[in-house]
């Protein structure tokens, strides 16, 4: 950062043992232009992990809608979805999988904004994202087999 070099050559020490001088406090204008180009710099890393992990999610969900089309027409032919193929029929299967999208597609649409309103998406997606957990977990705990095929 050219601002912090500009700072420390302004207030060096300028002793033989380069040890800096650190009683002078930077002003107050150079302050709020550090800590504007900090901002800056912050919301810039921000809109980039949001995007990296809004990529993510993008991945996750193109899989769960072929895992979607996988069971509707060759059903029970993914093993995930085959160990409950006895406790539930192909339809709550492929249900529960939207709804799977459904909460992606929510988290998607809050880390590709960045406006306050987005938190209610990341919000909406997390209800969402645990009312299909517990869907899951309802089945898996319902029959002890599928836990020990899991395992």
């Known amino acids: 950062m050219e601002l912090t070099a500009k700072w420390r050559k302004k207030h060096h020490g300028g002793g033989e043992d380069g040890i800096k001088d650190d009683s002078h406090p930077i002003d107050s204008q150079d302050q709020e232009e ?16 949001r995007r990296v992990f809004a990529g993510f999610l993008l ?3 193109a899989f ?3 895992s979607i089309f996988q069971q509707a027409w060759y059903p029970w032919e993914l093993r995930f979805h085959a160990y409950f ?3 539930m029929q192909s339809w709550m299967t492929i249900s529960a999988d939207w709804v799977a999208v459904l909460a992606c597609s ?3 649409r809050g880390l590709a904004s960045s406006s306050k309103s987005s938190q209610q998406w990341l919000w909406y997606s997390c209800y969402v994202g645990l009312l299909h957990a517990v869907f899951w977990l309802f089945y898996m705990l319902s029959n002890h087999t599928a836990l020990s095929v899991l395992a």
Do not use: D, I, N, P
């Open 59 to 61: 991945g996750y969900t």
């Open 85 to 87: 193929m006895e406790e």
């Open 106 to 108: 929510f988290a998607v």
């Open 64 to 66: 769960m809608v072929y």
């Open 34 to 49: 550090m800590v504007r180009s900090f901002e800056r710099e912050h919301a810039r890393q921000s809109r980039l992990w």
